[in-house]
């Protein structure tokens, strides 16, 4: 059976809950919200001859637990407990990529570049959320980090190829899908951060959810493909 008709509950799933963000939060937005991880990770365990299946499976679990922890309203608690949750969710998927991204490849004179515009991201967004303070701002800090450090797997994988060959035709589509992935987690998790610490704007939970299942999406879907034995 394919994936995708394995991911039909997903869709499904997801599509009711993007429907119910365009209104207020109620019991079928918060169900819904937190079941598309959980099915999203059935069907990488229904899914024949796919490597990585429990780093997979862990992500998206933790991943559950992330959307749980961030259902309105939101503590600070619950907030932290949310960041931590997506924090081990994206350390599974790295233990993925390291080895797939090569990036001892590059030159060091490219991941020095790579590392001081990284550097320049981070104080852009602290200073573009108004530099939250306490365990807060470290805690978002830290997340960035983490999603820059996971950006730089996704990029090492197709720089190393064009410093190889130099023909962009030689990257594979799940290298592309995987990156797809990363940047769009970075669109959902820049749209939450301005939700969290300054304010909501108009369909942002409409944003934040349908760029977020996009992400999770996209990733699974290119690390499936790049570890189908």
Request: charged content about 10%; hydrophobic content about 60%.
């Amino acid at each position: 059976m394919s994936f995708y008709l394995l991911c039909l509950p997903f869709f499904i799933v997801s599509a009711i809950h993007i429907a119910t963000c365009f209104f207020p939060m109620n019991r079928l937005s918060k169900i819904t919200k937190v079941l598309t991880m959980p099915l999203l990770a059935l069907a990488v365990l229904l899914l024949n001859d796919a490597g990585n299946k429990l780093y997979l499976t862990c992500a998206l679990i933790a991943g559950c637990f992330g959307d749980y922890f961030l259902l309105r309203p939101v503590t600070k608690k619950k907030f932290l407990r949310g960041v931590f949750s997506f924090f081990i969710g994206h350390a599974f998927y790295l233990l993925i990529l390291i080895p797939l991204s090569r990036f001892w490849l590059l030159p060091p004179w490219c991941v020095v570049i790579i590392v001081i515009v990284y550097s320049f991201v981070v104080f852009g967004i602290y200073n573009i959320l108004k530099r939250p303070k306490g365990i807060r701002g470290f805690a978002a800090v830290v997340y960035a980090f983490m999603l820059l450090l996971i950006n730089f797997t996704c990029l090492s994988a197709i720089l190393t190829v064009l410093f190889d060959t130099g023909n962009v035709a030689d990257i594979s589509l799940s290298v592309w899908l995987i990156f797809a992935g990363n940047m769009t987690f970075l669109v959902s998790d820049s749209l939450l951060s301005i939700t969290m610490f300054k304010e909501d704007f108009k369909f942002s939970r409409v944003a934040v959810m349908t760029t977020y299942l996009a992400a999770q999406f996209l990733l699974v879907l290119g690390l499936i493909q790049n570890t189908v034995s």
